[in-house]
């Protein structure tokens, strides 16, 4: 299997410009998580799907942040408008309950947003 | 409010020594609590876990104590290798029947001098 396959790896854009990341989770997983790091806060859980739907969305950080699933090998994070203070590594995990072991996560390697 | 603590951001151990990460947590409805590995460029990966029904888990170099009166769990490699080099996050979960999610510290960054 790929793993969790992300893109772009790096993006950098300018403050006020739409970024949408993408994520591919492992076939067969159910769960899929997107997260961010910052060298502040660490991995903060954003937002989690079951199946397709938005579980907890409560580590969105505001309004311009939002998140898609459209079906089960594909889903979206979008930030619009970006601003600097956006910028961090962006990281998508999928799981599955069946896996065992409280469903252990596997993340993909990331996106690096720079927002100037 | 961080509820999952990584006080120390970096911890420097000498080769074959024991390195010990600590990780403390404030909500008590946690129940399993894991260790993930972080290399640069690369995404977290699963290292180990323990339920709140254990105090110790093992699994070759890698052992997991946790403290569930203190709040409180540690991560010992004994040997460390310079392969061990990495930042180190502690996860908790609580788990509600049919979700479920982890909540991740800020991280501690290992460095093993050869």
């Known amino acids: 299997d790929a793993g969790v396959i992300q893109s772009p790896r790096h993006e950098v854009t300018e403050m006020g410009q739409e970024v949408t990341l993408r994520c591919k989770p492992i076939?067969?997983?159910?769960?899929l998580f997107w997260y961010r790091q910052t060298m502040m806060r660490g991995l903060e859980l954003l937002i989690y799907?079951?199946?397709?739907?938005?579980?907890?969305d409560s580590g969105m950080p505001e309004d311009r942040f939002s998140a898609k699933m459209p079906n089960a090998s594909f889903s979206t994070l979008k930030i619009q408008p970006s601003e600097p203070r956006d910028s961090a590594v962006y990281f998508c995990a999928s799981s599955s309950l069946g896996g065992g072991a409280r469903g252990t996560q596997y993340f993909g390697p990331g996106t690096r947003l720079t927002v100037l | 409010d961080q509820q999952v603590k990584q006080n120390s951001p970096s911890l420097s151990v000498q080769e074959g020594r024991i390195s010990i990460l600590n990780c403390d947590y404030t909500?008590?409805?946690?129940?399993?609590f894991l260790w993930y590995k972080k290399y640069p460029a690369e995404g977290p990966t699963f290292l180990i876990s323990i339920s709140s029904i254990k105090d110790k888990n093992e699994d070759g170099r890698f052992t997991v104590f946790l403290n569930k009166s203190a709040k409180h769990l540690s991560l010992h490699i004994v040997p460390s290798q310079p392969g061990d080099s990495a930042v180190y996050f502690c996860a908790a979960s609580v788990g509600t029947s049919g979700t479920y999610k982890y909540i991740f510290g800020t991280g501690t960054r290992l460095k093993v001098l050869a």
């Open positions: 909500n008590s409805m946690f129940d399993y």
């Open positions: 799907f079951n199946n397709n739907v938005p579980i907890d």
């Open positions: 076939s067969g997983h159910d769960y």
